[in-house]
RNA sequence: GUGGAUGUAGCUCAGUUGGUUAGAGCGCCUGGUUGUGGCCCAGGAGGCCGUCGGUUCAAAUCCGAUCUUCCACC
């Protein structure tokens, strides 16, 4: 178990690395879909395996709420509930509990709160996450914190990153499987002091790895990058880091040459069920439009997915205008394989040195 | 043929006792969507109100003719 770095780009903080887990190894960059409810929209694992996906996202809230946790300990875990023997990576809950529910009262032991399905109360801190997670059974936890909201003030944001560095030195005293990585979160909204001691104190606790959360919550785009060079430095070198719910393609690519391993995102699949396909230049054509009625042509040109050498923008349109499920599947599938074989395109190019010009030429097509 | 109904945006329809630049839903076009509620949000384009004539200061609205479509009867 644990984090290998192969190859380090001479220009930039980008590493091309390995993480091993009990489940298989994970090359680094990785983008990694997202499975919150036990399942990664209208993907089977079958197809997620074809698309090379190395490792997928499950999350604390959604299935503490459904199915809950007997069903899946009577399951035995995750893995065995959703038939997906890759790694997994869980969320905290302490996202969801802050993005999607209501009534939430926050004490020093974690956050009471009502379900955003049915009202119905809960209580989720450090502790209950933990155990959860352990139930789950997933590869990679990841500690209870809070996402600060964009914008808050300096006091705020102190507080918020504060109380999340206590939760995540209770989620650390936790006792996990055998083989399970525990992650930190740095916290400290946009205030380049607040997230240096933020990993200062995560580096202090000791994690498997590292994540920056608290981005891509409505700041500009620069800010998110400024955060980012503000914080991986004060990262351990020789753990992973991840950039928790980020993001675009052209971010993926600037946040790799900023030291970032690992992402998870819903846009490409989000995008993809909203009917926005991705073309190779990075850009998005909404499907559902009018003027693709009557284009035969593949959704890309340059690609080589299932949808792309077997289907039509005309078809797709259809399958979206009439409502049909395979829409919605293929898109998916097509944005997927896009966003995967970037992130195998950076490793590739970091491999042979040529990360930098990458950076700079790939969204060119 | 007779009687009744109908005609307003691409589609389905609202438009009160005549009163400023005629509305809605869907569709269409532009944006947005970042640790997932198969959505949603914000803008925009588009109408000689079937046609012709009349009444009136003023007509989608009242009157006449005519055409369209539908129903009933013969």
Same mark, same amino acid.
């Given at each position: 178990?644990?984090?290998?770095?192969?190859?380090?780009?001479?220009?930039?903080?980008?590493?091309?690395?390995?993480?091993?887990?009990?489940?298989?190894?994970?090359?680094?960059?990785?983008?990694?879909?997202?499975?919150?409810?036990?399942?990664?929209?209208?993907?089977?694992?079958?197809?997620?395996?074809?698309?090379?996906?190395?490792?997928?996202?499950?999350?604390?809230?959604?299935?503490?709420?459904?199915?809950?946790?007997?069903?899946?300990?009577?399951?035995?875990?995750?893995?065995?509930?959703?038939?997906?023997?890759?790694?997994?990576?869980?969320?905290?809950?302490?996202?969801?509990?802050?993005?999607?529910?209501?009534?939430?009262?926050?004490?020093?032991? !974690?956050?009471?709160?009502?379900?955003?399905?049915?009202?119905?109360?809960?209580?989720?801190?450090?502790?209950?996450?933990?155990?959860?997670?352990?139930?789950? !059974?997933?590869?990679?936890?990841?500690?209870?914190?809070?996402?600060?909201?964009?914008?808050?003030?300096?006091?705020?944001?102190?507080?918020?990153?504060?109380?999340?560095?206590?939760?995540?030195?209770?989620?650390?005293?936790?006792?996990?499987?055998?083989?399970?990585?525990?992650?930190?979160?740095?916290?400290?909204?946009?205030?380049?002091?607040?997230?240096?001691?933020?990993?200062?104190?995560?580096?202090?606790?000791?994690?498997?790895?590292?994540?920056?959360?608290?981005?891509?919550?409505?700041?500009?785009?620069?800010?998110?990058?400024?955060?980012?060079?503000?914080?991986?430095?004060?990262?351990?070198?020789?753990?992973?880091?991840?950039?928790?719910?980020?993001?675009?393609?052209?971010?993926?690519?600037?946040?790799?040459?900023?030291?970032?391993?690992?992402?998870?995102?819903?846009?490409?699949?989000?995008?993809?069920?909203?009917?926005?396909?991705?073309?190779?230049?990075?850009?998005?054509?909404?499907?559902?439009?009018?003027?693709?009625?009557?284009?035969?042509?593949?959704?890309?040109?340059?690609?080589?997915?299932?949808?792309?050498?077997?289907?039509?923008?005309?078809?797709?349109?259809?399958?979206?205008?009439?409502?049909?499920?395979?829409?919605?599947?293929?898109?998916?599938?097509?944005?997927?394989?896009?966003?995967?074989?970037?992130?195998?395109?950076?490793?590739?190019?970091?491999?042979?040195?040529?990360?930098?010009?990458?950076?700079?030429?790939?969204?060119?097509?």
């Amino acid at each position: 178990m644990g984090f290998k770095i192969l190859k380090k780009c001479p220009d930039t903080r980008a590493r091309r690395g390995v993480l091993t887990t009990p489940h298989g190894e994970i090359n680094t960059p990785i983008f990694m879909p997202v499975g919150t409810r036990a399942s990664v929209k209208a993907m089977s694992p079958e197809e997620l395996v074809k698309l090379n996906a190395e490792v997928i996202l499950g999350n604390t809230y959604h299935l503490f709420l459904k199915p809950g946790m007997e069903i899946i300990g009577k399951a035995r875990g995750l893995h065995k509930f959703m038939a997906w023997d890759r790694p997994i990576l869980t969320d905290s809950g302490g996202f969801q509990v802050f993005s999607l529910s209501s009534l939430r009262k926050i004490t020093e032991k !974690g956050v009471h709160f009502a379900s955003h399905i049915d009202g119905s109360r809960f209580f989720l801190g450090p502790e209950e996450s933990m155990s959860i997670q352990r139930t789950l !059974g997933s590869d990679i936890v990841m500690a209870f914190d809070e996402c600060t909201p964009y914008p808050s003030d300096y006091k705020t944001a102190e507080k918020s990153m504060l109380q999340t560095t206590r939760w995540e030195a209770v989620s650390r005293d936790q006792k996990l499987n055998d083989g399970q990585q525990l992650f930190g979160i740095v916290q400290g909204s946009m205030y380049k002091d607040l997230r240096e001691q933020s990993a200062k104190s995560l580096v202090e606790i000791g994690f498997e790895g590292y994540a920056i959360g608290g981005l891509s919550v409505g700041e500009p785009e620069d800010t998110m990058f400024e955060v980012l060079d503000w914080t991986v430095p004060h990262l351990p070198e020789e753990k992973p880091h991840y950039l928790m719910g980020v993001g675009t393609p052209k971010q993926l690519v600037e946040s790799v040459a900023r030291g970032i391993d690992m992402f998870d995102c819903v846009i490409p699949t989000r995008l993809a069920r909203h009917g926005s396909a991705y073309l190779s230049n990075g850009t998005t054509i909404p499907i559902k439009a009018g003027r693709y009625s009557n284009d035969f042509a593949p959704v890309d040109e340059n690609c080589d997915c299932y949808c792309c050498r077997n289907f039509s923008r005309a078809y797709i349109r259809h399958l979206f205008s009439v409502g049909e499920i395979l829409g919605m599947r293929l898109l998916t599938l097509h944005n997927l394989y896009y966003f995967i074989n970037l992130m195998r395109k950076i490793r590739d190019s970091l491999e042979t040195g040529a990360f930098a010009e990458f950076r700079k030429t790939c969204f060119n097509s």
